[in-house]
Nanobody
């Protein structure tokens, strides 16, 4: 009933930038936490950044100062602005959200399908 769709991935040279977008649609009362994760080949999925409904952000140490998570202008959308990209940022990036479907109930966690980001040296 809820779908998360990422866009904005691609191939970029080291030092370049990309902006990822995530759009959540379906039966959504509110999104409590918006996030981005990534998974590089042969590695476990790792947290990149999160943004709570109250505006608190969290970043992985490896992306602090280079990546910024933000709310989109449209409801239930959010972005990941990535600057000064490095080859080690190459991964599939997934958006993630804690979604409250019905007021007063606990949120559940959902994932997008992922978008590839490749940074060439």
């Amino acid at each position: 009933q809820v779908q998360l769709v990422e866009s904005g991935g691609g191939l970029v040279q080291a030092g370049g930038s990309l902006r990822l977008s995530c759009a959540a649609s379906g039966r959504i009362f509110s999104i409590r936490v918006m996030g981005w994760y990534r998974q590089a080949p042969g590695k476990q999925r790792e947290l990149v950044a999160t943004l709570t409904r109250s505006g608190t952000t969290t970043y992985a140490d490896s992306v602090k100062g280079r990546f910024t998570i933000s709310n989109g202008g449209t409801r239930n959308t959010w972005y990941l602005q990535m600057l000064s990209l490095k080859p080690e940022d190459t991964a599939v990036y997934y958006c993630n959200a804690d979604i409250q479907v019905i007021p007063g109930t606990s949120p559940y966690n959902d994932w997008g399908q992922g978008t590839q980001v490749t940074v060439s040296s």
